[in-house]
């Protein structure tokens, strides 16, 4: 079983920068498709960012691209957001999750299989 830690949130004020990192305690993330995805407040979970088992591809929200960059250390058993230019409206709680289906960067949240416990992203203006 998949057992993803997210880390790395917390309080930054508009147009600030943080780093989100995500691991496996087992050590088996290397083996996943991994992605980002996001909750504000009664809203819906929606796609940040995504990256392939071989960290070739990557795929980004339309409110994020120019500002988020999705990478992966495989050496490392990590994968990181880094988030720069924060807004108010990136407040949310981040997921990390892994797709153990497909090689390429998925969109979707069905299908991603392993889900991380989220963390918190606030961004003050």
């Known amino acids: 079983q998949v057992q993803l830690v997210e880390s790395g949130g917390g309080l930054v004020q508009a147009g600030g920068s943080l780093r989100l990192s995500c691991a496996d305690s087992r050590g088996t993330l290397n083996s996943y498709a991994m992605g980002w995805f996001r909750q504000a407040p009664g809203k819906e979970r929606e796609f940040v960012a995504a990256i392939s088992l071989s960290g070739s591809s990557t795929r980004y929200a339309d409110s994020v691209k120019g500002r988020f960059t999705i990478s992966r250390d495989n050496a490392k058993n990590t994968v990181y957001l880094e988030m720069n230019n924060l807004k108010p409206e990136d407040t949310a709680v981040y997921y990390c999750?892994?797709?153990?289906?497909?090689?390429?960067?998925?969109?979707?949240?069905?299908?991603?299989?392993?889900w991380g416990q989220g963390i918190q992203v606030t961004v003050s203006s």
């Open positions: 999750a892994a797709a153990s289906r497909f090689a390429l960067a998925r969109q979707r949240a069905d299908e991603y299989d392993y």
